[in-house]
């Protein structure tokens, strides 16, 4: 199965400074590289994603970054704002045709006013 | 669009009962569900995947018999926690794939806790 590492556990900026979440994977044939958001005793919900067809997507001020050849993504936040506070996980897809995500350990992102 | 509901939200039962949970795709059809458990400040770790008309794929360590699964409509999959221990208390998140695309759209969990 899919091995995910998640990088740094907790992450406190503050606000307006910019906010860098790393994730390894194993799997070299995973093909689909989302983020989630949870706040807490929510759904994770979905705020960017990327397909290994491409090296950066951005949407305002989140952008996600692939590296396939070193099997690594990152999460970018700029002009982070206290709302942005929430535990963030990367949860790349299996290689194989089952749809599976497998969620990182997660990373607590506060920022403070 | 790509609303998923799950009901109840909460729920508190003796140990030894029974306790189904529902999740639904409101505005979309799935064939392809997932369930997930989460424990307090941990990740979400998946417990099975359930298809349509056919039976659940569970992970490994997780037991089939104690975790039932049905997903007997295009819209509809349930979980059933049979004979719950305390535990099983804990924060059920399903999931589901809209059509053949990649994202999973998250229901708003249900939190089980077990006397």
């Known amino acids: 199965g899919e091995n995910v590492e998640q990088h740094p556990s907790t992450l406190s900026v503050q606000e307006g400074d910019s906010a860098v979440i790393k994730c390894t994977y194993s799997d070299s044939a995973s093909n689909y590289f989302p983020w989630y958001k949870q706040e807490l005793g929510k759904r994770p919900q979905l705020i960017i994603d990327?397909?290994?067809?491409?090296g950066e997507k951005k949407d305002q001020r989140i952008a996600v970054t692939l590296n396939k050849t070193a099997k690594h993504f990152s999460l970018h936040i700029t002009e982070t704002q206290p709302e942005d506070s929430a535990v963030y996980f990367c949860a790349p897809k299996d290689g194989g045709s089952n749809y599976k995500l497998t969620f990182g350990k997660g990373t607590l992102l506060t920022v403070n006013p | 669009g790509a609303v998923v509901s799950q009901h109840p939200s909460w729920v508190i039962c003796k140990s030894g009962t029974s306790v189904k949970i529902e999740c639904r795709s409101l505005d979309f059809q799935a064939t392809t569900m997932f369930w997930y458990r989460q424990f307090p400040k941990q990740s979400l770790m998946l417990m099975a995947t359930s298809n349509e008309g056919s039976k659940a794929t569970y992970e490994q360590g997780v037991e089939k018999d104690k975790f039932l699964i049905n997903h007997a409509s295009l819209t509809l999959s349930t979980l059933t926690v049979t004979s719950a221990h305390p535990e099983d208390s804990s924060f059920y998140i399903c999931?589901?794939?809209?059509?053949?695309?990649?994202?999973?759209?998250f229901g708003p969990g249900t939190r089980l806790t077990v006397l």
């Open positions: 999931s589901a794939l809209r059509g053949s695309t990649d994202t999973q759209y």
């Open positions: 990327i397909r290994s067809n491409v």
